[in-house]
């Protein structure tokens, strides 16, 4: 099938979400990204932060990586940036660093979003470069990955709770419990007790 090169939005943004759910697929937190030029994608990346046992390993930052390596050069000239969730500080950083012209991003992130919601890392006049911003794209799909994917690990803790009470009440039998790939000191305070 023929796409045409003024593919909107919404088209990239779910080949993001594509990328998310390679994150999900894996245990991951879901966060996805690609980098367009020229209507095609040159770059492209999930969360792998705790697979790669690295804090710098977000979807946008593998992105980053492989279109720079792409293109042989750090300036990422007339790329558009989509990414499921509003990029943090890091993330960020790397964009100005990379002068990446257009930032989409999908949801908005309360605890770490730095494309506006807690401040504007994209967008500040001080800084050499300034990133164009487009904000809500998808935005219900990106924030229901999320929602669902939290909702899913705190179930599974809520089991697991449950299965070690019965062990306990069993004495001896040592029932394995699975480990959960995140440990709850890992996930923060976002995670009820
Ligand atoms: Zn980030």
Redesign the pocket.
């Given at each position: 099938m023929e796409v045409p090169l003024d593919k909107n939005h919404e088209y990239w943004m779910s080949l993001a979400i594509e990328e998310a759910l390679k994150a999900q697929a894996i245990g991951e937190v879901p966060i996805g990204a690609v980098i367009v030029k020229d209507g095609e994608i040159i770059g492209r990346g999930y969360n792998l932060r705790e697979t790669t046992h690295d804090a710098t390993a977000?979807?946008?930052?593998i992105a980053i990586r492989e279109a720079s390596e792409r293109l042989g050069a750090w300036r990422l000239l007339g790329c558009t940036l989509y990414v499921t969730l509003e990029?943090?500080?890091?993330?960020?950083g790397a964009i100005v660093q990379g002068r990446v012209p257009l930032v989409v991003y999908g949801t908005p992130d309360p605890k770490?979003g730095c494309a506006g919601t807690l401040m504007n890392l994209l967008q500040e006049p001080r800084f050499n470069h300034r990133t164009e911003l487009i904000e809500g794209v998808m935005q219900e799909e990106c924030a229901n990955l999320l929602s669902d994917f939290f909702r899913g690990l705190r179930q599974r803790l809520k089991e697991r709770k449950m299965l070690s009470k019965e062990n306990e009440s069993a004495a001896e039998t040592s029932v394995q419990v699975p480990e959960d790939p995140f440990s709850p000191s890992g996930l923060g305070s976002s995670l009820p007790k």
């Open positions: 977000h979807a946008e930052m990029p943090c500080p890091m993330c960020a770490a």
